[in-house]
């Protein structure tokens, strides 16, 4: 079965890095779409969708980014390893979330409808 375990989460000053780390397992992902999600705290609810981040396919090409973090963050994948990663740069306090990691077979829209999920890694900006 699919299973993706994302690290890298913790605490930082605003302006400050982190590198998001997902491990994926259990199949071949080479059709798969891959992202980054976020749920920031308070913003719980049956039915809200977390926030979208960033995506990519899993063979390389396009990537996708949230207005939010265009120029900021940057997704990436290491064939080698099975690993997506999410590197974010200058920090804000709102970017303040537990991340997710995410897969989906390519079709339709990267902005939705994920098929598997990790637990998530939590990453707190401090002002």
């Known amino acids: 079965q699919v299973q993706l375990v994302e690290s890298g989460g913790g605490l930082v000053q605003a302006g400050g890095s982190l590198r998001l780390s997902c491990a994926a397992s259990g199949r071949t992902f080479s059709s798969y779409i891959m992202g980054w999600f976020r749920q920031a705290p308070g913003k719980e609810a049956p039915g809200k969708e977390r926030?979208?981040?960033?995506?990519?396919?899993?063979?390389?090409?396009?990537?996708i980014y949230a207005d939010s973090v265009k120029g900021r963050f940057t997704i990436s994948i290491d064939n080698a390893k099975n690993t997506v990663y999410l590197q974010m740069n200058s920090l804000l306090p709102e970017d303040t979330a537990v991340y997710y990691c995410?897969?989906?077979?390519?079709?339709?829209?990267?902005?939705?409808?994920?098929?598997?999920w990790g637990q998530g890694t939590q990453v707190t900006v401090s002002s």
């Open positions: 926030e979208f981040v960033a995506a990519m396919h899993w063979s390389g090409g396009s990537t």
């Open positions: 995410a897969a989906k077979v390519s079709r339709g829209s990267w902005y939705r409808l994920y098929d598997y």
